[in-house]
Structure formats: C-alpha cells, structure tokens
C-alpha cells in the first residue's frame, strides 16, 4: 500500500488536515479512485541501499555525477530515470546493462565510434569509476544505437564533448566548421554541433576494407593540426586512411598519399631541400630561410599543409658561386665572425645581407669580393676593430675624460636600467670618444661620473634614515616629502635622501615631534596629544615655526617631554601657561 504526497489530478500538496479524507482540497479530485502508485526503479533502490549501508562517498559521488550528466541529455533521459539507471550500471560494472541502455539515447542506426558516446561520462564521472569506461574505449567495433522512432533522442554534441572525443583543438572544430565538415548549432548562450555531421565525418575518415599499399607516410600529429585539409585529400583521391585508432580520437588516425608528395617522401631527381641547401652553403636552416625572404633566391613551393621550400640543384649552385656566408669564412679562416666583420669592413668589404642590414641572422658576402683578399696580410695588419674588440694592452680612448659603462657599474654599484635612469636625470653625461664613432658600449664623461660618485656616498637610503630618527614611514612621507620639505634622490627603484637633507631633517625632529610619535615616546594613551591639540589644550606647531608640520600635527618636543613628566597632579592648562 502506497501513501499519495500530492494530488495526480493537480499536483497539489496534500495535508493531513483537510476537510475531506478520500478528495482533494483543491480540485477535488477523488484520491481513492487513483490506484497506480509509482513505484522505485531498480536504480533507485540501489542509491537508497548505498545510504543505508553507509557508502555515502560512492553515495555522493553519483550524484555529483548525475548533477553534471545533465548538461548533455535532454531533460526527459532525466525524468524517466535513464540515466540514473545508466550511473548505476557503470557504478557496478555491468558492461553489457550499461551499454544496451545507452543505445537506447540514439537514433536507431547511427554509428559512432565509443570515445564519443562514451564522451559525457568520462566528462562527468569521477576516475574511480571510469575503469569500464576505458575498458569500452578500446572496442575496435562501432557503437550502434537502438532507440525507437517515438522516443526522445540524442541530436547533437556540446563542444567540450566534440573535444574530447575528436582529441583535437579548438582552432581545428572551426577549421572543420569553416569546411562544412561540420554543422554548428548556436542555441542562446550554448554551441552544439549537429550529431548527423559527426557521423558523417567519422565515416568519411573510417579505413576502406581493401586498403592499398602504403607509400609515403603522413605523422599522426600532423592529421590533428590540418584535419580540414586532409579530410580534402581523401575526398579528392590523394590520400587514404590506413588505420583508424578511434580511442584516441583523431590523434590515432593514420594516413598515407597515393600520389608523391615533395617534403614527405624522397624529394625528386636535381631538387634540392632547405636542410641540404644548408650544408652545401656551410649554415643552418634558418639562414637559408632568412636568405629566401631577403630576395637572394627563389624556392619552387611545394603545395601542402604545411610550405616545403624547394630549389632547382642549378639555383643552389649559382648562389653558392656568387655568394659566400660568414660561416663558411669562419671555418676557412679560423677567426670569430665578428672579428672576420670587423676586418673585412675595415679592408673595404660590406656584407650584402646581415642582421643590421635586412634582419638576417649571418652575414652574406659576393664570393668575388673575399676571394680577392689576402688574408695572411689582414690577419697581420693591425686594425681598429669597431666590433669593439681590440688587441690586449691597447687604449681605445682617454681614460682621463671618459669612462666605459661596465667600470660605471663596477663603481656605482647599478644596474644598467639604474645607469640609464641616471643619465635621463641628467646625473650622469653620455658621449662619444675621439676615435670611437661607431661603438656597441656607451661612455660616460670623468667629471659627471665623479659628481655623481659623491651624491651616492653622502645620500642614505630612506630606510635607513626613518630607522634613526624613529618615525613610521607614513609619518616620514608626509611631513617631509608630501609638505616638499625635501626632494628625494630617485634612481631607478631606489630612493635616497642627500646629506644636507638629512641634517636639516634631523635638527627638525630634534624640535618638533608628530602626535602619533608623542603618544609612543610618552607611553599616552592612543589618539592622547591628537585630543590635546583639538581641544586647544597645548598649542599646535605653525607653517610658521617649520615647514614640515603643513601636512601632519606637531608639537614641540619639550611639551612632551614636560607633559610627560608631570607626576604632581598638576592640570594640563598650568603646564600649557608655564610654557
């Protein structure tokens, strides 16, 4: 026998005092009358047993999953208890329950591989129980669903779905969207994707029974950054899928070219690659590649994904003819490249190429032009280098008027952010040597360098300054910075106070005390002399008397000192009249 808690007819609340025991309140329907009396699915029963042995962890943990399950299905797999049953079956093990129900969510004969039915769960469930989950993804078979025409179905795919069942990444989904290989679906604030597109494109990139013989092969890695573009080789014929692992998602598909391809297979007869361009020319790759966009010569690019760069043996050769990179002067030579720069620029030789002519990262030369040159005569010949190298003991400047930037830093003690700081404040003076026009250090002259050496040794940091008068640092700012009774010496992050600063507010304090400070030193009560001050009952210090007390309450500090030494009871106005 079942108790009814509400009224079938209008869902109305049923109380136990009412007027009538055998109708409802409200519509008065008859409640005797009504005999099917809901009963507990199986499912159910077992999450009551779970409370009632005390598992409330697994408890818990289904109906947390269950709470995040509902994002993906239509409220109706809720209500009708589906995917309650599902958890359970999964929460026990019973692979062949739970699969048959989950059939049941899809229209009868879609095939999907199970990485993406099985998408929501892994999604919601927590690792525990995901066992069975990666058990059923490894099924080399298709899940096939089996719900019928009259029921409620699953008709598309939220995004963080499609991305963990295709294992790609967002910028891909739009690539395929773009491409039409997939239908997206924007309801409100949400973004689904059609369910028929996936399943077409799932089948698109599903391995022919008869597969030919594999010839160039294509890395997996690269199938996941150009999906779009590869779905398009196989339409068209070019490629084949040779294997597709679906538990990884599009990372396990394999793909092979029919037709050549340059980059992926041997390259053909007299062309030539980046990468065998590059020792052919004594450089790495890169400075083949810089060379090509500066215009030295012209690839054949091949089409593709991604842009194989190709040149004609013939190319290759008529620049190897007409030009020579520093690196291949360096190996013949044995002499660093910035020296062989240095040399050649002072012997008449200017690069074509370079990192401060186009941006290149090795200096080109004409072959023609280094071919000329003697080099057991330069090597000799002494030289001012303006790679600002020179030889060990030579003085490439007067040392007497100029100072170079490392022996600044070496005597200030700054970094070069600091240094550069410095000479914007107009402490320190920057210039040019005679002798050194095109240099890579900066120089500073002798006399400012030695003026600003003195301000550094006489100044204190502000520390260490609001340490030895025995002030707070917000008293420190406001009574002498913020009232501009003095200008700190900033350089960089650092802030110092000058040596006739610090006299002068040093003798100020030997006056004049703030009111916070002659509550501490007297051991008052807090807020004590504040409450004197605005009760006009000791007399607060003027503009007049020190400019220090614009922004903050002073008083002289020999009425503290007496009001704190008052031990006969005499009353403040006394005090306040002997002084």
């Not at 690069?351 to 200096?363: E, F, K, M, N, Q």
């Amino acid at each position: 026998m079942g108790l009814l808690e509400s009224c079938p007819n209008c869902c109305n609340e049923i109380h136990w005092m009412r007027c009538g025991v055998h109708t409802c309140p409200r519509c008065e329907f008859d409640l005797g009358s009504y005999s099917a009396i809901k009963e507990l699915r199986p499912a159910e029963v077992w999450l009551f047993n779970l409370l009632i042995s005390g598992e409330s962890k697994k408890a818990s943990e289904l109906v947390f999953s269950l709470d995040k399950l509902t994002r993906f299905y239509p409220n109706r797999f809720f209500d009708d208890g589906r995917l309650l049953s599902m958890l359970a079956h999964l929460f026990q093990g019973h692979k062949q329950a739970f699969t048959d129900e989950l059939a049941t969510v899809f229209e009868k004969g879609v095939q999907l591989p199970f990485r993406f039915a099985l998408a929501p769960f892994f999604l919601s469930c927590p690792k525990s129980s995901q066992s069975l989950l990666w058990d059923l993804n490894q099924s080399d078979e298709l899940f096939v669903g089996r719900a019928r025409r009259d029921e409620v179905k699953k008709i598309d795919l939220r995004s963080e779905e499609l991305l963990f069942s295709c294992n790609i990444s967002r910028k891909v989904i739009d690539g395929l969207v773009e491409s039409g290989n997939l239908v997206k679906i924007v309801r409100g604030r949400r973004t689904r994707f059609g369910l028929v597109s996936v399943c077409s494109l799932v089948e698109r990139l599903s391995p022919p029974k008869l597969s030919s013989s594999k010839r160039s092969h294509l890395p997996i890695n690269e199938f996941k950054r150009a999906v779009s573009y590869y779905v398009k080789q196989i339409e068209s014929g070019e490629a084949e899928i040779h294997r597709a692992d679906w538990s990884k998602g599009f990372g396990g598909i394999q793909i092979f070219a029919k037709s050549h391809n340059p980059g992926v297979s041997d390259v053909a007869e007299g062309v030539v690659t980046v990468s065998e361009f590059a020792k052919l020319a004594k450089v790495y790759d890169d400075a083949i590649r810089r060379v090509v966009k500066s215009g030295f010569v012209t690839p054949e690019v091949s089409s593709g994904f991604r842009k194989i760069l190709l040149f004609s043996r013939s190319q290759v050769e008529k620049f190897i003819r007409d030009y020579v990179f520093i690196s291949e002067i360096n190996k013949s030579v044995g002499q660093k490249p910035t020296a062989l720069s240095a040399m050649l620029e002072s012997h008449g030789v200017l690069a074509v190429s370079g990192p401060r002519i186009d941006g290149a990262l090795v200096t080109l030369y004409k072959r023609k032009d280094v071919q000329e040159i003697n080099w057991d005569h330069l090597l000799a010949k002494e030289f001012k280098s303006k790679a600002g190298r020179k030889r060990n003991g030579e003085v490439l400047f007067d040392s007497s008027l100029w100072v170079g930037s490392m022996e600044v830093k070496k005597l200030t003690g700054l970094c070069p952010v600091d240094i550069s700081d410095a000479v914007s404040k107009g402490f320190l003076s920057v210039g040019v040597p005679e002798g050194r026009e095109h240099v890579n250090g900066r120089y500073f002259s002798k006399e400012s360098v030695t003026s600003f050496l003195t301000k550094l040794d006489e100044a204190t940091e502000v520390s260490a300054v609001i340490d030895e008068l025995r002030i707070s640092k917000k008293e420190f700012y406001l009574r002498f910075v913020d009232s501009q009774f003095l200008a700190l010496l900033r350089i960089g992050k650092r802030k110092l106070v000058l040596k006739e600063d610090f006299v002068a507010m040093r003798e100020d304090c030997e006056k004049y005390v703030s009111a916070t400070t002659a509550d501490k030193l007297t051991g008052s009560p807090a807020r004590h002399f504040r409450n004197l001050l605005n009760t006009q009952r000791i007399a607060r210090v003027t503009l007049d008397q020190t400019g220090s007390a614009e922004l903050i309450d002073l008083v002289e500090r020999t009425l503290a000192i007496t009001i704190a030494c008052d031990l006969g009871g005499r009353s403040l106005s006394i005090i306040k009249g002997s002084v």
